[in-house]
């Protein structure tokens, strides 16, 4: 079973920037991607970013603000996330897939 820590997280203001980090116990297998899903309050959990060996791909509300990379042991990946707007406000979720494995969640507050 995978663990995954997660690190970063907080309250910031409109217009900030924010970073979030997950790191894996064990490495991860090659056909699957690692990276951040969040959870708004009362709708359903969307795509954030994730990354694999060869490709990353943004969800639409983040594309063009934020940035997702893997450090070289690959185990912890890394999410940037610029220019933030209270529409940001979520929790957000490290996770493997499709092995299907969650870090605990992180609270990210955006005020205006």
């Known amino acids: 079973q995978v663990q995954l820590v997660e690190s970063g997280g907080g309250s910031v203001r409109a217009g900030e920037s924010l970073s979030l980090s997950c790191t894996a116990s064990e490495n991860i297998p090659s056909n699957n991607v690692i990276g951040w899903y969040r959870q708004i309050p009362g709708a359903q959990l969307e795509l954030v970013a994730v990354?694999?060996?060869?490709?990353?791909v943004y969800g639409a509300p983040v594309k063009g603000r934020s940035s997702i990379s893997r450090d070289k042991t690959k185990k912890t990946v890394h999410l940037q996330m610029n220019n933030l707007r209270p529409d940001d406000t979520a929790d957000y979720y490290c996770?493997?897939?499709?092995?299907?494995?969650w870090g605990q969640g992180s609270q990210v507050t955006v005020s205006s």
């Open positions: 996770s493997v897939k499709p092995m299907n494995y």
């Open positions: 990354i694999n060996d060869t490709d990353s």
